[in-house]
């Protein structure tokens, strides 16, 4: 059985939480792609910018952390997009204090996980989608 694999997106603001998010995911089993570790190594943009969309390309699953401080972070629209058109499995992962309404219109209505602790979450992420048949 391969490994299943997930995209991770995050605000700048959430980088630790999503960090311990992805190892949480790594420790049962899943191979993780945080975008944001990519860029916090210091890569420009249109270095890793390949890099993003193969790895896009190869997941099972793009999770999208939604961040209080940037509810319409334009880089969620834009991996939304992406993900939409490579009918890939979309999850929105948000605190409570984040109101759907806030967000941009086409994600409003995805699968949306309540933000809890980084292992919480990770085991409802599996439990409630990955190891499911696709839609």
Request: proline content about 7%; aromatic content about 6%; hydrophobic content about 45%.
């Amino acid at each position: 059985m391969t490994r299943p694999k997930i995209f991770l997106s995050s605000a700048l603001a959430d980088v630790a939480w999503a960090r311990d998010f992805a190892a949480s995911l790594r420790r049962q089993g899943v191979d993780v792609y945080d975008e944001q570790a990519a860029e916090a190594v210091g890569v420009p943009w249109d270095q890793i910018e390949g890099e993003v969309r193969e790895h896009l390309e190869e997941s099972d699953l793009v999770a999208l952390l939604v961040s209080p401080a940037a509810p319409r972070l334009a880089t969620a629209l834009l991996y939304y997009g992406a993900a939409a058109m490579a009918k890939k499995r979309i999850v929105l992962v948000a605190p409570e204090d984040v109101d759907p309404g806030q967000l941009f219109l086409p994600l409003r209505d995805r699968t949306h996980l309540t933000q809890r602790s980084p292992d919480e979450t990770a085991e409802s992420l599996l439990a409630s989608t990955l190891y499911q048949p696709s839609a």
